[in-house]
């Protein structure tokens, strides 16, 4: 089955330490994202990768970090997480060479910094 | 991307058809209209997408006014598990951000 896959579904952690949110794909897309989603913000966009060895910052990058080393994954890092990153994030892939073609989002991973 | 304007809440009866109003009155000649929907903190769901012309597919169908400035989105025979958050979205093709607003929260009554 064709999908973004996230781990860990929940997560508590404490200020200041480090933690990696995972995210895979198995279609081959060239194309990754992150969001977080907070209430009353909707979904804002923290990095993008149009491929391996290209990422770019989003909205609101500011205290994440992202790598793209192989296609199918694209980590979101946490070096020093604080409470105002407690929130819901997704991630979501995208094959560029059909333009048209939806996002696809994994299920998301919902993270509290205590 | 143009912005789009989504009543913030509505609600249907269980088998009746679901239409979402958007309003996106700047909208350029090469954007298009996606809507997505999130189903409680689901991650979005793809539905439907279109640039001029009417679409529909097998979760709805999509209306787009002659002038492009609002379209309506429509499930047909809504059930309850269409009770989620619609997002009415416009982008370029060479855009890849998403910019999410805040929706429309469909209610489907039993």
């Known amino acids: 089955e064709a999908q973004v896959t996230q781990n860990p579904r929940y997560l508590i952690t404490v200020t200041g330490k480090k933690l990696t949110v995972t995210c895979s794909q198995n279609?081959?897309?060239?194309?990754m994202s992150w969001y977080r989603q907070d209430p009353g913000l909707g979904l804002r966009q923290i990095y993008y990768?149009?491929?391996?060895?290209?990422?770019d910052k989003g909205d609101v990058p500011e205290g994440y970090k992202v790598s793209r080393k192989e296609k199918r994954n694209f980590p979101l890092i946490l070096e020093s997480p604080s409470p105002n990153q407690t929130s819901l994030y997704f991630c979501?892939?995208?094959?560029?060479?059909?333009?048209?073609?939806?996002?696809?989002f994994g299920s998301g991973t919902r993270l509290t910094v205590v | 991307d143009a912005k789009t304007t989504q009543p913030p809440s509505m609600d249907c009866a269980e088998g009746r058809a679901a239409n979402l109003p958007c309003n996106h009155s700047?909208?350029?000649?090469?954007?298009?209209v996606y809507w997505y929907r999130q189903i409680h903190s689901q991650g979005p769901q793809y539905i439907i997408h279109?640039?001029?012309n009417n679409e529909t597919n097998e979760m709805a169908s999509l209306i787009i006014t002659e002038d492009r400035k609002s379209s309506t989105l429509i499930l047909p025979h809504a059930t309850l598990r269409d009770t989620a958050v619609y997002y009415c979205?416009?982008?370029?093709?060479?855009?890849?951000?998403?910019?999410f607003g805040s929706g429309t929260r469909l209610l489907v009554r039993p």
């Open positions: 979205i416009v982008r370029m093709d060479s855009s890849y951000k998403l910019i």
């Open positions: 979501a892939s995208r094959d560029p060479s059909r333009p048209n073609y939806g996002y696809t």
């Open positions: 990768s149009m491929n391996v060895e290209v990422t």
């Open positions: 279609m081959n897309h060239e194309y």
């Open positions: 700047t909208i350029s000649g090469n954007e298009y």
């Open positions: 279109g640039l001029k």
